[in-house]
């Protein structure tokens, strides 16, 4: 956000002041997984060697397994050389590493939490954040053993990764065991995408320009699309991914969490609940789908054996070493929000594995002008470009004059911010804004409970469609974009939707 006056343009800090982060204790369950090596302990280092932590903390990983304290270190300073693309001095490791110590929970008993107990007990003035990188099914014992060790007090915190549940009523029962335990200001459920630059500038970008939030409506805005891509298969992923699919494994947080930031009301002031609410309204006018509209407004896939240069890659079923399957891969969903901002514009979500590149991309098409002085040929609409990843930017396509005599011939020509370019310093990766966060106490970034249950029960009207129409997956060869073929044949505007994906990546 930027002041001006006449002459010059100075950058705004805003007049919100920053929480301080008090001491604390980061107590990671499901401490020797994928995840915490790769993001979480990652994360915390490189907000400690940006002199963000300048507070007392310990880190506490906890695995069911007893490991070499050693082995474990050297594990976690590989990680981090690995997510490191800058100058840092050795003894900034090594002061950070000294800071973990492992600990052995084979089991959610209370006797086993004695250890960890006796640790916490030593720094009583600390906040512990509690990351339960762990199965779902695992929070509520997890949480009810932290809670009778006397482990769960005012300055606590848990943090929950999804999938919360594979239902609404799986969600609430688990939800019912932590808020047992801990107040929900209490609780943080994280979505990654949420701490992504380009995603936390989708406020600002609507909210501190008044060029695109005074036409930020379906007066204006033909349709919404919402894509995200991956080149990869399950990979290591085959056991949970095939519980779930892509309907839930992407659209349940991830693509509905950016509809709601890209179709809420203006908040009255940025603070976490009154942002909250007003996502909450957006899931809240989401339109449910029938036996009927799930079959003409949704698509589900699922990838099979194809080639991409010159390799054969294997189909989904080959991945999960199955002989059957009915779990998606793919899905792409024609959604509507039914209130005065948003009636007559659909939303396009899309989402699939084993595409022939991996990105994620919101795309706003303004509607075309209502006139053409300059022929009878109708002049394509604007289009906002919002690039999440990778190169993350902001792209405007208007129509501009092309140069020379002979009349007013005109194109789409694209007006770039690249972030890269534009700010030349190190972005923060989302897990290290978010944890942070977590740390300060500030929530805006994280979904509430009721949040959670009104996405379930968009959810699930699709899923329940989807019974009850019996619809299958279409096929669609691994390396393309899809079962777009078929999109094409049920409506125009998909059609529309993947020509500008082919014709743009």
Not at 200 to 211: G, P
Request: with cysteine; charged share 25%; proline share 4%.
């Amino acid at each position: 956000m930027y002041r001006t006056n006449a002459t010059t343009m100075k950058p705004s800090n805003g007049k919100k002041q920053v929480k301080p982060i008090k001491p604390f204790n980061v107590i990671v369950f499901g401490g020797d997984g994928d995840l915490a090596f790769r993001k979480i302990y990652p994360a915390l280092f490189h907000r400690y060697a940006d002199n963000q932590l300048t507070v007392d903390f310990s880190i506490f990983p906890v695995t069911r397994s007893t490991r070499k304290h050693a082995t474990f270190k050297d594990e976690v300073r590989k990680f981090i050389a690995e997510s490191t693309d800058y100058a840092v001095k050795p003894e900034v490791i090594d002061v950070f590493i000294s800071r973990i110590h492992l600990k052995c929970i084979p089991e959610h008993e209370l006797v086993n939490y004695e250890d960890l107990q006796k640790s916490l007990e030593k720094t009583p003035n600390h906040q512990n954040l509690y990351y339960l990188s762990t199965p779902s099914e695992a929070f509520g014992p997890i949480c009810a053993c932290l809670k009778h060790a006397g482990l769960v007090n005012s300055s606590s915190k848990v943090v929950l990764e999804k999938p919360l549940g594979n239902s609404l009523a799986s969600s609430q029962e688990i939800n019912s065991m932590i808020s047992s335990c801990f107040h929900e200001n209490q609780i943080y459920r994280i979505d990654h995408y949420l701490g992504k630059e380009t995603v936390q500038n989708l406020m600002v970008l609507r909210f501190a320009n008044h060029l695109f939030e005074n036409a930020w409506s379906a007066d204006h805005i033909d349709n919404v699309q919402i894509t995200v891509a991956e080149s990869l298969g399950v990979e290591n992923r085959g056991g949970y991914y095939d519980n779930s699919g892509a309907l839930l494994d992407m659209v349940q947080n991830h693509l509905l969490q950016l509809l709601c930031l890209i179709a809420m009301e203006p908040p009255s002031r940025l603070e976490a609940n009154i942002v909250r609410n007003e996502k909450l309204k957006v899931l809240n006018s989401l339109r449910l789908f029938n036996k009927k509209s799930v079959v003409t407004e949704t698509v589900r896939g699922q990838y099979t054996r194809g080639i991409v240069d010159g390799k054969q890659l294997n189909s989904y079923l080959e991945d999960i070493e199955e002989y059957e399957s009915n779990t998606e891969t793919f899905v792409a969903i024609q959604a509507h929000i039914d209130n005065w901002r948003w009636k007559g514009t659909p939303f396009y979500l899309r989402t699939g594995k084993r595409m022939p590149k991996r990105y994620s991309e919101i795309v706003i098409n303004f509607k075309s002008v209502k006139h053409n002085v300059f022929s009878y040929e109708e002049i394509p609409g604007n289009r906002l470009i919002i690039r999440l990843q990778p190169e993350e930017r902001i792209e405007l396509v208007q129509m501009t004059k092309i140069p020379g005599p002979g009349g007013y011939r005109y194109k789409p020509i694209s007006l770039k911010l690249d972030y890269m370019d534009s700010f030349n310093e190190r972005f923060p990766e989302a897990y290290e804004r978010l944890i942070v966060d977590v740390l300060r106490g500030e929530q805006t970034l994280f979904m509430r409970q009721d949040e959670l249950e009104a996405a379930w029960i968009w959810i699930e009207s699709i899923v329940d469609g989807w019974a009850a129409s019996k619809q299958k997956n279409v096929l669609y060869e691994a390396g393309t974009w899809g079962p777009g073929e078929q999109i094409m044949k049920e409506d125009h505007m998909w059609s529309t939707s993947y020509s500008y994906l082919n014709d743009n990546l």
